[in-house]
């Protein structure tokens, strides 16, 4: 008999959220990023099943794609952080990946590896401040790799505020972006999730695709009822007891009854990566009902007032994100984000797929 937290990945539910996400794209082409184990679902076989429905796939960092090589995966895979030292773009090279470029050190590296890299792409700084060259590069930058031989060049740059299309600072970045790739004959990669679900308007042939992939909905944009949640954390009820009006459940006493209350306990916690930071009233389902956190999640263990709940008995089946309560339900009681709730799930909690 084992614990009963699992997390269990749907893989048909990415398979039509690619649907969904390509059906209002003209000629653009899809990448699907599967950095951060693909937000928790598993790099490898989320891979597996969507290799064939994308353009090319995108992780952080080279270890991610070596992992993506090692299990047989032939599609084209964008390293997003590019080569981090000359060795790095070496291995990018041999395993066929395509490295992004974003500052002057990494292009005396390609003057070794030119002629293993046919397809690198150059990140342009238009105001996330992160990585990127200076927007007015971008001409020179291309010159200097097509003359190293590199045959195909991407532009690309990153949207800091995409779900806002209307802030000074994404105005300030599409305008920057316009001016600087209007004229460019060359490919480029403006688009996130946001950007593409909210169907920006600027020049992007490559959309790179990650939250919405796996079902999560983009906050400050309208619920699109077409993407739907392919994770789903399950658990079921440990043991269920009575607490008394003034009792107090869980580390430091924070909930206290108000009334003489049914507590359910789960095994699960924040070593499986639900969040310590859940407050109370965060909505967990219980036996198909909505009942709220009641006190400090701990290590292995949380506690949830199902008083109004019918029928929770041990063995209860219990979701903590899922289609109900959905993942960026329960981040905004955290205090947090749906991307990090999917990401930082720790592998002792077995993962369990269909399709």
Same mark, same amino acid.
């Given at each position: ?115 293993? =890299?046919?397809?690198?792409? #150059?990140?342009?700084? &238009?105001? %996330?401040?992160? !990585?990127?060259? $200076?927007? @007015?590069?971008?001409? *020179?930058?291309?010159?200097? =790799?097509?003359?190293?031989? #590199?045959?195909?060049? &991407?532009? %690309?740059?990153? !949207?800091?505020? $995409?779900? @806002?299309?209307?802030? *000074? ?187």
């Amino acid at each position: 008999m084992s614990r009963a937290t699992t997390i269990h990945i749907d893989l048909s539910v990415i398979s039509d959220n690619i649907a969904a996400l390509r059906a209002p794209l003209s000629n653009q082409k899809l990448l699907a990023v599967l950095k951060a184990n693909a937000y928790g679902h598993g790099a490898v076989p989320v891979a597996q099943h969507i290799e064939a429905m994308v353009d090319a796939l995108a992780v952080a960092y080279t270890e991610e794609a070596v992992i993506l090589r090692d299990a047989g995966i032939k599609a084209p895979i964008l390293v997003l952080e590019g080569p981090h030292d000359a060795s790095d773009l070496a291995l990018i090279a041999k395993l066929d990946l395509w490295p992004v470029l974003h500052q002057e050190e990494q292009l005396q590296w390609c003057k070794a590896q030119a002629a293993h =890299l046919p397809h690198v792409w #150059i990140k342009l700084d &238009t105001g %996330m401040h992160r !990585l990127g060259f $200076a927007p @007015d590069q971008i001409g *020179p930058v291309r010159q200097q =790799l097509l003359e190293m031989g #590199i045959a195909s060049v &991407t532009a %690309m740059s990153h !949207l800091a505020s $995409a779900e @806002d299309p209307d802030s *000074p600072l994404t105005q300030a970045q599409l305008a920057s972006w316009s001016h600087h790739t209007g004229f460019l004959d060359a490919p480029t990669s403006l688009h996130n999730s946001a950007a593409t679900r909210s169907s920006l308007p600027a020049r992007s042939d490559w959309m790179r695709v990650g939250y919405a992939l796996y079902g999560g909905q983009v906050q400050g944009l309208a619920a699109d009822p077409k993407i739907k949640a392919a994770m789903e954390l399950r658990s079921a009820v440990l043991a269920v007891r009575q607490v008394k009006i003034g009792e107090s459940v869980g580390y430091g006493g924070r909930w206290t009854a108000q009334r003489d209350s049914l507590i359910a306990t789960l095994p699960v916690g924040y070593g499986d990566g639900y969040p310590w930071a859940a407050a109370d009233g965060t909505p967990i389902s219980i036996n198909g009902q909505i009942a709220p956190l009641a006190g400090r999640v701990s290590m292995d263990m949380t506690t949830v007032d199902v008083t109004d709940c019918v029928g929770v008995t041990t063995g209860a089946p219990a979701v903590l994100w899922g289609d109900q309560p959905q993942i960026d339900e329960v981040a905004n009681h955290c205090g947090t984000i749906g991307y990090e709730l999917m990401t930082r799930l720790t592998a002792r909690t077995p993962r369990r797929y269909h399709s």
